[in-house]
């Protein structure tokens, strides 16, 4: 099991940056599917972006390519976000979440796969 701990939510503007960053208790630099989930009201858990730390592949979800950069700073046990050109459509309550072992680690990937969660970090942007 891994204890994770997101932070760096907060509230900008449109077009406006954010990183956030997801402590893990444990290694978890090989052989995990690593995800970043979002939830805004009154709607269902979204897969944003993942990356396999075996294969270092990533993989994110259309409404966030190109703007949203996931990444993992392995001597720290640390996942980050990077979320550039925000808009009111990001907001939401974000998850970080673990999975060991995943045989495909994507957008495809149902949260239901993921064993481990942080309690999430919101992010609101406003127009």
């Known amino acids: 099991q891994v204890h994770l701990e997101e932070s760096g939510g907060g509230s900008v503007q449109t077009g406006g940056s954010l990183r956030l960053a997801c402590a893990a208790s444990k290694y978890t630099g090989s052989g995990y599917c690593m995800g970043w989930f979002r939830q805004a009201p009154g709607k269902e858990r979204e897969g944003v972006a993942f990356i396999d730390t075996g294969l270092r592949t990533t993989d994110y979800v259309d409404s966030v390519n190109g703007r949203f950069t996931v990444s993992q700073d392995k001597a720290k046990n640390t996942l980050y976000l990077q979320m550039n050109s925000l808009n009111p459509d990001d907001t939401g309550m974000y998850y970080c979440?673990?999975?060991?072992?995943?045989?495909?680690?994507?957008?495809?990937?149902?949260?239901?796969?993921?064993?481990?969660w942080g309690q999430g970090t919101q992010v609101t942007v406003s127009s």
């Open positions: 979440a673990a999975a060991r072992a995943l045989y495909s680690c994507g957008v495809a990937t149902p949260p239901v796969a993921f064993g481990d």
